[in-house]
C-alpha cells in the first residue's frame, strides 16, 4: 500500500541528551497516559516508521509512526514533514522531556506546554534534539484488515484497511462546503459492508482531495483509527482508496 522513499541522506543526526536506556513499544509509551497530559521523565526511546504526513495535506504540522503494536501521532512544528519524515522512513524518538496528552481526542506526544498541563508542537530547533531520522531503510508497514463491527475507539491510532465496502454518498464531494463561506470543512461521510454495519470517515478540510468525487461501487479503504464524539471513525492517509464500478 505504502509507496518506499528511496533517499538521498542517510540520518539527520539527534542530539540526545544522554544515552537512552530503554526502548518500548508504542503501545505500552500510550499507556503511561493515564489522565489528561503525563510529563516523561524517564529514559525511553520508541522507534516506528512514519505513516501519516502532510503529503496530501492530511495531517498539517503532524506525523504518525507506527510500530507493530500500534501507531501514534506526534506534533511538530514542521510546515513540510513529508519532505522532512517522508513516508516508511525510520524515525527513533527520545521522550524523555516529552509531554504526552489529549489533542482532538487522540493519544499526541510533543513538547510541554508553559503551563505543563497541554501538549505543544515539538519546536524546529528541537526537532534534532528529540528524533533521529533514517531515510534510506525504508519499511512498508501493511494496514490491519478488520471487518467494521470490529472496529472500537481502544483502536485509536492503529493503522486498518476494511474491504469490501460501499461509501454513502457516492458522488459528492469528501467534504461538504460550509453554507456561509465558499470553502470546504472537516466532513465525516459513512462507509458499509454488505451486512450494513457502519463507520464514520473523516476527511479533513484541508486534504488535497477534500472537493473530489466520492467514488460509488464496492472496494477498500485504509487509514487510522480515531475517535469523534467518542464515536471510532477512520481517517484516509496517503489517499488510499482503491474503489472498482
Known amino acids: 500500500m505504502l509507496l518506499l522513499f528511496v533517499g538521498c541522506e542517510s540520518q539527520e543526526i539527534g542530539n540526545f541528551d544522554g544515552e537512552p536506556i530503554g526502548k518500548i513499544s508504542i503501545a505500552h509509551l500510550k499507556t503511561l497516559l493515564k489522565g489528561n497530559s503525563y510529563r516523561i521523565s524517564d529514559d525511553i526511546t520508541i522507534e516506528g516508521y512514519v505513516i501519516a504526513n502532510d503529503l496530501y495535506s492530511e495531517y498539517i504540522k503532524e506525523i504518525v509512526i507506527a ?39 487522540r493519544v499526541t506526544l510533543g513538547e510541554r506546554s508553559n503551563d505543563g498541563y497541554r501538549v505543544e508542537r515539538i519546536s524546529q530547533q528541537n526537532i534534532a534534539r528529540y528524533i533521529l531520522i533514517d531515510k534510506d531503510n525504508p519499511q512498508s508497514i501493511k494496514p490491519k484488515t478488520v471487518n467494521i463491527k470490529e472496529i472500537t475507539s481502544l483502536m485509536a491510532g492503529n493503522f486498518v484497511a476494511i474491504k469490501d465496502v460501499e461509501l454513502e454518498d457516492a458522488g459528492k464531494s469528501w467534504c461538504d462546503k460550509n453554507s456561509t463561506k465558499d470553502e470546504y470543512t472537516d466532513t465525516i461521510r459513512y462507509a458499509k459492508d454488505k451486512d450494513t454495519n457502519k463507520i464514520g470517515i473523516y476527511t479533513s478540510q484541508h486534504c488535497d482531495y477534500s472537493g473530489e468525487t466520492i467514488p460509488s461501487g464496492y472496494g477498500e479503504i485504509c487509514g487510522i483509527v480515531e475517535t469523534i464524539g467518542q464515536q471510532p471513525v477512520i481517517r484516509i492517509i496517503q489517499h488510499n482508496i482503491f474503489f472498482r464500478k
Open 67 to 105: 510500530d507493530q503494536s500500534g501507531g501514534i501521532v506526534i506534533a511538530i512544528d514542521e510546515a513540510q514533514s513529508a519532505t522532512r519524515f517522508p513516508i516508511s522512513a525510520h524515525v527513533t524518538i527520545n521522550c524523555s522531556g516529552l509531554q504526552l496528552g489529549f489533542v482532538s481526542g
